[in-house]
């Protein structure tokens, strides 16, 4: 970038504007960007310091770089040691956020994330918090994120399943119930109950009090749009271990 471009964005930044860089480059819509530099993921719902560290819990390598946005999320970067072609780039993207519960957001190729050294017009400057220099081919990444038909595989206690007496079972309804697999359902919540043959008032409980199996939920009367997180985020962070007994493939 040129003495001049930064000057300008440093004027825009002041003036109340935010700055953003095109991830992959190549132009500013999908269509045009053919080649991938990157993939990348951030979480909104966690700490900072969970933002920092998850990637060790999932058993990711190092990310190339981590970007504090001056507002409520750091954005984590794996940087490819050579361009990716945008079709395989999307698959890839798209299993990393499944496996990390990440915002489902960012999977598209011309994806504007905030640029480091300029001020979030909510919070403060955007900063580079760690940066390893890792570069990682795309097999090294491949075998790190598990493919999505992998993660419909993940195990779960039995007994949670069969007699629904745990807040899992509603996350597991939701699932079954996203035919796309987005990681959001749209649910009655009547119907839910009966299904799950609990009352509409546990599912309220089990939504308040769970905040680890759901990313984001609102009702309205007997409608419920419900964002759970994904099946290894689940496993995670419920250590599932310690509930003990048999497990069911669901």
Request: hydrophobic share 35%.
């Amino acid at each position: 970038m040129s003495e001049f471009d930064y000057d300008a964005l440093q004027e825009l930044n002041t003036n109340g504007y935010d700055i953003y860089i095109v991830v992959n480059g190549e132009g500013y819509t999908d269509a045009d960007v053919e080649q991938c530099k990157a993939i990348f993921y951030e979480h909104d719902n966690l700490s900072i310091t969970e933002q920092e560290n998850i990637w060790q819990k999932l058993n990711l390598p190092q990310p190339t770089i981590q970007v504090y946005t001056g507002g409520k999320s750091v954005h984590n970067y794996w940087v490819f040691d050579k361009t990716l072609p945008t079709d395989s780039w999307k698959i890839l993207q798209a299993d990393l956020l499944e496996f990390s519960g990440g915002d489902p957001k960012i999977k598209n190729p011309s994806r504007l994330m905030r640029l480091p050294g300029f001020y979030h017009q909510k919070g403060t400057q955007a900063r580079i918090i760690n940066q390893s220099g890792e570069r990682y081919s795309y097999n090294q990444l491949r075998n790190a994120i598990p493919k999505k038909t992998d993660i419909n595989s993940v195990l779960f206690p039995a007994i949670l399943h069969r007699y629904y007496g745990n807040p899992i079972a509603l996350w597991l309804y939701c699932r079954f119930y996203d035919i796309n697999g987005s990681g959001r359902v749209i649910i009655n919540l009547n119907e839910c109950a009966s299904e799950l043959e609990i009352s509409v008032s546990t599912i309220r409980k089990w939504l308040c009090w769970e905040r680890r199996l759901w990313r984001s939920w609102k009702t309205r009367r007997d409608i419920a749009t419900i964002y759970y997180v994904s099946s290894h985020n689940l496993t995670a962070k419920a250590d599932l271990e310690r509930f003990g007994g048999g497990v069911a493939r669901i």
